[in-house]
């Protein structure tokens, strides 16, 4: 079931008279312990995104010559260990890109927010004191009344 011979597990069943339970239970307990096993029989291009990054991750600390027997193990090539790592690298560095972005755009919409709100409370200080004004004005003319034409 393992790479690089990747047979199904009807055919390993098969060809060795055991159930397929047996099989998929294997291949479960083998992925639980941490081992990466792709989920289907395909190539390794096609490999589950997750599995990749397992991949990645077991492969993060070996020097050239343990990672060209591990994907021999594997059936990968190291071209393709690479690619997935620089994929893992660029898709966290975009993260971080986005993010410093995000944080700049929100750091203008305050200050553009606390702009406005000063302007808002300028105008309504001068709306206020308008309202007042215009009181006054008809208070006066109440009590001393219209002003008359000379």
Same mark, same amino acid.
């Given at each position: 079931?393992m790479p690089?011979?990747?047979? +199904? /597990?009807? =055919?390993?069943?098969? =060809?060795?008279?055991? +159930?397929?339970? !047996?099989?998929?239970?294997?291949?479960?307990?083998?992925?639980?312990?941490? &081992?990466?096993?792709?989920? !289907?029989? $395909?190539? +390794?291009?096609?490999? #589950?995104?997750?599995?990749?990054?397992?991949?990645?991750?077991? $492969?993060?600390?070996?020097? =050239?010559?343990?990672?060209?027997?591990? @994907?021999? +193990?594997?059936?990968?090539?190291?071209?393709? /260990?690479?690619?997935?790592? #620089?994929? @893992? &690298?660029?898709?966290?560095?975009?993260?971080?890109? %986005?993010?410093? !972005?995000?944080?700049?755009?929100?750091?203008?919409? #305050? *200050?553009a927010y606390?702009?406005?709100?000063?302007?808002?409370?300028?105008? =309504?200080?001068?709306?206020? %004191? !308008?309202?007042?004004?215009?009181?006054?004005? *008809?208070? @006066?003319?109440?009590?001393?009344?219209?002003? %008359? #034409?000379?």
């Amino acid at each position: 079931m393992m790479p690089p011979k990747n047979k +199904s /597990v009807a =055919e390993l069943a098969k =060809e060795h008279g055991l +159930s397929e339970q !047996t099989l998929y239970k294997w291949k479960r307990q083998a992925k639980e312990k941490g &081992m990466v096993i792709p989920k !289907t029989n $395909t190539s +390794s291009e096609n490999w #589950d995104p997750k599995d990749k990054f397992h991949v990645v991750l077991e $492969t993060a600390t070996l020097n =050239e010559i343990e990672l060209a027997e591990y @994907c021999r +193990s594997k059936g990968l090539y190291v071209e393709q /260990v690479m690619a997935w790592r #620089d994929a @893992c &690298m660029q898709a966290n560095g975009g993260v971080a890109q %986005e993010t410093a !972005t995000l944080q700049r755009h929100l750091r203008d919409k #305050d *200050k553009a927010y606390k702009q406005l709100q000063k302007e808002l409370n300028r105008k =309504e200080k001068a709306l206020a %004191e !308008t309202a007042a004004l215009l009181v006054l004005q *008809k208070k @006066c003319r109440a009590i001393w009344g219209e002003p %008359e #034409d000379e």
